[in-house]
């Protein structure tokens, strides 16, 4: 079971490869169309910094400056949390659509916070902890507050970029173009292996608001494999500052890789390590992590 993610907080691709027999494990099945490419931005691919490519660029700088609100939504998962550069500080929360599991995610300065619920072989209320030199990278642990929700490292990505024009109505405008995979920090030699060049330029949209920033970025991974569908990460600016206070107890996390597979295994059948209480949700799940970020009511 892969525990990496695409693009930091947003695209949970090499798990839905995982889960559609596309994963390294079937690389050995490979078509000579998608023959065997290493992971690394190709030299004939880069926009340069110019027109649309430097708007795109500007306008992605305000989200490592304010504290903002993240939101995701990819096959695999939705993630919700808010992040904030200059504390260093950050809170994300991930529900797998498949079995509603779900992860918070707590970044406190160079150390990392983390709680499951409904994930067989956890027990329920247990707060694990590690550094940040020992998060896998790529993982659901993977919480970035300098760049929320990976933005800056999928603008570094784009390798052609096209605008539409402003909306009259709104000031917003929509920009489209290709981004290359292999450029990102999380893609791995599976999604070369399976794919290959094809990675190299996945079309996305953009759009940046009346203000000149950049409020959402969709990577359309249908073009890979149509069960994929799209990766969707939404910024929106909090307006006030977060609150983050570092988790009161916790655990170390030891074994960190064999909880993440727990985490994004298929439901098992049996009983988890404690049962979880009736009416137990999100927001409790949040408190276990001590109040790392505002809850979405406070905030």
């Known amino acids: 079971m892969q525990v990496r993610r695409l693009v930091a907080t947003m695209a949970t691709l090499t798990a839905v490869l995982g889960a559609t027999g596309c994963g390294p494990g079937n690389s050995g099945q ?4 998608t023959k065997e490419t290493a992971c690394g931005r190709s030299d ?14 500007a306008a992605v700088g305000w989200i490592s400056r304010e504290p903002v609100r993240v939101t995701t939504d990819t096959a695999e998962a939705t993630g919700q949390g808010v992040m904030e550069a200059q504390r260093r500080t950050g809170t994300m929360s991930y529900t797998l659509k498949k079995n509603d599991r779900m992860i918070l995610v707590t970044r406190y300065e160079e150390d990392v916070y983390f709680a499951m619920l409904n994930v067989p072989g956890v027990s329920f209320g247990t707060n694990y902890s590690l550094s940040r030199s020992e998060v896998p990278a790529g993982s659901y642990l993977d919480v ?14 784009v390798v052609s970029v096209q605008s539409d024009g402003e909306q009259a109505a709104t000031g917003k405008r929509r920009l489209a173009g290709a981004v290359d995979l292999t450029a990102t920090w999380y893609a791995d030699e599976g999604l070369c292996r399976k794919f290959g060049d094809k990675a190299r330029a996945i079309p996305f949209n953009a759009t940046v608001d009346d203000q000149g920033r950049l ?5 359309e991974l249908r073009a890979l494999a149509s069960e994929m569908g799209d990766a969707r990460t939404n910024w929106e600016a909090l307006g006030v500052p977060t609150n983050p206070k570092r988790p009161a107890k916790s655990q170390p996390a030891g074994d960190v890789r064999s909880l993440l597979e727990a985490f994004e295994s298929r439901p098992d059948v049996g009983l988890y390590a404690r049962p979880v209480a ?10 276990l992590a001590g ?9």
């Open 278 to 287: 009736d009416g137990v949700h999100a927001g409790e799940l949040r408190d």
């Open 291 to 299: 109040g790392g970020g505002r809850r979405e009511r406070d905030a």
């Open 144 to 157: 970035d507050p300098n760049d929320p929700g990976g933005a800056r490292r999928l603008v570094d990505a």
């Open 215 to 219: 409020v959402e970025f969709v990577i």
């Open 30 to 33: 490979n078509s000579a169309s």
């Open 44 to 57: 004939a691919s880069p926009v340069g910094q110019r027109g649309e490519v430097k708007d795109l660029t």
